[in-house]
Structure formats: C-alpha cells, structure tokens
C-alpha cells in the first residue's frame, strides 16, 4: 500500500492506513490526520502504521513533536511512532496510557487544550461513555473537526455476510458520518458528556474528518448536530428523525 499526505485545508493533511481489525472481527479502514504547527513541528492524530512512504512523506513535512491517541480504541500504532519519533511527545487520552506501559511518559488529555496547542486547536474530551473517552478536536486554521470513533460512514459494501446486517443496524454504514448506535447507547453518564457535546457544537465548523469514514469538506454542522445535538441538550440522543433508515 502507497501512503501519502494530501492536503485537506490550510496545514492540515490526511493520510489513509491499512485496514485493521477489531472486535467480532470487523475490519475497518483507518485514516490519520497531521497538522503543521506555527513552529513548523508536525501534530499528529490517531497515527496509522507508519511505513516507509508514509514516514518519507511526513519527515518532508517537519519534524513529528505531537503524537495524539484520541481515545482508547486508537492505539494499535501510538507505539512504533513514539519510537521513530523519540523526541515527540505522546498525548492520549485516560483509558490509552495502561495499554502501552512501554511508551514512556505519556501526556494524558484533559479539559485543558495543552499550551503548545492553544493557538491552532480546540479540543473536547467527551466522557461518560462505557466504551471509551474521546478527545474531539477543532483544527482553527482549517476550521476541521477531528472526530475518532464517536462519528463513522463505513462504505456499505465493506463488510459481507452477518457482519453487514450488523454494521447496518449499528449505523456504522450510513451515507454521511454519523453516531453508530453502539456508541449512542453508551453514554451512561450523558451529564459528564453534555458539556464537550456543547462546546464541539460551539465551533465555527467548516469540515469534518472521521477516522473511519469519507472526509466532509463543506457544511458539516448539520451532521455534528445530529450526533451530538441530543447530549448537549440533556436528551436520551437517539437518531434524529432526518437520519436515514
């Protein structure tokens, strides 16, 4: 597989990974996202597995000061770039850092952006759901929303079998990126997560970048409305009754 960076806004690029593999043996596609800081250092979110291309192609960007591992589901190949980047510092999120005792010092995220960052992102760290906590983050230059897991639109032809039934009904497939299921019945706690819901709706969203999922490069507000919509407001956060079938 070829990996390059392309170009998605004003010094933010996009890299496409290898398929992985997760529970039930769904497979899904993965994507990276790397950002030019104002001091030309590289910021680089849910990393991918870091081949030679891919390597090439980001050390002709800058130098790697910032790997993020958004939630705790993200974190198959936070390792092997924290080892080919000794001098970057690894940030990730609380449920990451006991999984990979191996990284040295980990930075977890917060409700607070870390000082570097301030000047290029917003960031919200939704919690209250059972299967992870994800740091959702504003890129201010592009105006990009960088979501992980909480919003996907997996082609509805990747999977086959029972597991397409089951991608389906989780909402996992839908046209546009949007909340699967799963994780919409996850929040337990919708009062820990109302406040981030609120603040990423906040956002002056001009795109959207989902790990698992079709970039959206115009008017994105419609789609974070419906995923996180219902939170902000305290309500249960079912689909929205626009959404498709």
């Known amino acids: 597989m070829t990996q390059s960076l ?26 990276m996202a790397v950002a030019r800081m104002p001091d030309c250092g590289l910021w680089v979110w849910s990393p991918v597995a870091l081949t030679p291309e891919l390597r090439a192609a980001v050390d002709a960007l800058g130098p790697v000061r910032h790997v993020v591992a958004p939630n705790g589901l993200h974190h198959l190949f936070v390792g092997e770039w924290a080892s080919a980047y000794p001098e970057a510092r690894v940030y990730a999120a609380p449920d990451v850092a006991g999984k990979h005792p191996d990284l040295g010092p980990v ?53 086959r079998g029972w597991r397409k039934v089951i991608a389906r009904l989780d909402r996992m497939t839908e046209p546009e990126p949007a909340m699967p299921a799963k994780f919409r019945v996850g929040f337990v706690d919708r009062a820990a997560a109302r406040p981030a819901a609120a603040r990423i709706l906040s956002w002056p969203a001009e795109r959207l970048v989902v790990a698992h999922g079709t970039p959206v490069d115009r008017d994105p507000a419609p789609l974070l409305e419906r995923a996180f919509g219902a939170l902000a407001r305290g309500g249960r956060g079912e689909p929205h009754a626009s959404d498709p079938g």
């Open 6 to 31: 392309a170009a998605f806004g004003p010094d933010l690029f996009l890299s496409e990974g290898p398929v992985v593999r997760g529970a039930g043996g769904f497979r899904f596609p993965t994507r």
């Open 107 to 159: 930075r977890p995220l917060s409700d607070d952006v870390p000082g570097a960052w301030r000047a290029v992102f917003d960031m919200a760290l939704v919690r209250g759901n059972r299967l992870t906590t994800e740091a959702v983050f504003l890129h201010r230059p592009s105006r990009t929303v960088l979501v992980c897991d909480l919003m996907q639109n997996i082609p509805r032809d990747f999977y």
